[in-house]
């Protein structure tokens, strides 16, 4: 397999994350076919790209360096798969994260290309070995997990399977690279893959502290958003730890007791469930209802936010 290729890109799915995938890979200057079982779907898709990329080119954020209507032009619509993936230098999978479907899709697209195509799955959580062993072409498949809402936050997980090939995983890095994205390297597998596990542990430490009565929910969230967010904005934990000290090791000496003993008090996985679920949920909707229409305006609005912020963080000089 060839370690660069040039050519179409072919989204298997017409979801919001195909969608954002449709985009990202238009803004870097790559044809695209956008493959659903529906018209209705790929109609709707298109029409949603369409007023999305207007709408980020009327407020300066478009990326990449072609207008709104040359990425537009780039993208099209498809109900023949095999047609969708001709010619295809990469295949983007999306569909709903449902093991039988992702296997029938993958077994499908192992018959219908050749050597020269890597076959990436958008999962979130399942492994490579339980989507892509027994696959003619498994050298070539990867999973590229991106992060909701892709277009705004440029982190994708590659995660390999045990027999991916290393050039599969050079190139698909590179792909990233190139339509601005932030890949990195998941070395082995892991249930949860790197983002998730940093995610749940977070999401099952503050369930523990709101279910004990240690704090209130809308507390909770702004130790995040006023606190720990701030800085992992733009510095990760361990620098984050490199910085508090004098260097890594002079953190560890000064702190490792202290981080142990605080650590063997944690509690076991929480259930999610009953009154704290109830507790939690009447303190979110105080703040957004739980209806279609408040929903979507605050996640427009966290878009926004996050728009802004990866502004900010290109205009810091990197360091």
């Not at 660069?4 to 695209?32: C, D, N, R, T, Y």
């Not at 076959?119 to 072409?137: E, I, N, Y």
């Not at 909770?220 to 701030?230: C, P, T």
Request: hydrophobic fraction near 40%; charge should be neutral; include cysteine.
């Amino acid at each position: 397999m060839a370690t660069s290729a040039a050519g179409p890109v072919a989204i298997i799915g017409s979801g919001l994350i195909g969608q954002s995938w449709a985009m990202l890979f238009a803004s870097g200057g790559f044809k695209v076919k956008l493959y659903d079982i529906e018209q209705q779907k790929i109609t709707n898709s298109l029409e949603n790209i369409r007023k999305e990329i207007k709408l980020l080119e009327q407020s300066g954020s478009l990326k990449g360096a072609l207008s709104a209507h040359q990425q537009l032009s780039l993208i099209s619509g498809c109900r023949d798969i095999q047609e969708a993936v001709e010619g295809a230098m990469h295949i983007q999978e999306c569909v709903p994260e449902d093991l039988k479907l992702k296997k029938e899709i993958f077994a499908r697209l192992d018959g219908l290309v050749g050597d020269d195509v890597v076959l990436s799955s958008s999962t979130s959580c399942l492994l490579p070995s339980r989507l892509f062993t027994g696959l003619a072409h498994v050298q070539q498949c990867i999973v590229a997990h991106p992060v909701n809402p892709p277009y705004y936050v440029p982190l994708v997980e590659l995660v390999p399977h045990p027999e991916t090939a290393p050039a599969t995983v050079d190139r698909t890095h590179a792909l990233m690279q190139k339509i601005g994205q932030a890949p990195i390297r998941v070395q082995k597998e892991i249930e949860g893959f790197a983002l998730n596990r940093l995610q749940y542990a977070i999401i099952s430490e503050a369930w523990r502290l709101v279910q004990e009565g240690v704090v209130s929910p809308g507390d909770l969230d702004l130790v995040m958003s006023h606190g720990l967010g701030l800085r992992y904005a733009f510095l990760g934990p361990l620098e984050t730890m490199h910085l508090n000290a004098e260097g890594m090791r002079s953190y560890c000496d000064r702190y490792g007791e202290g981080m142990k003993h605080v650590l063997r008090t944690f509690g076991p996985v929480p259930e999610f469930s009953g009154a704290t679920v109830e507790r939690v949920h009447q303190a979110m909707c105080a703040k957004v209802p739980a209806d279609p229409e408040h929903l979507a305006a605050r996640r427009q609005w966290r878009d926004e936010c996050l728009r802004r912020l990866i502004k900010l963080k290109h205009q810091v000089p990197p360091q």
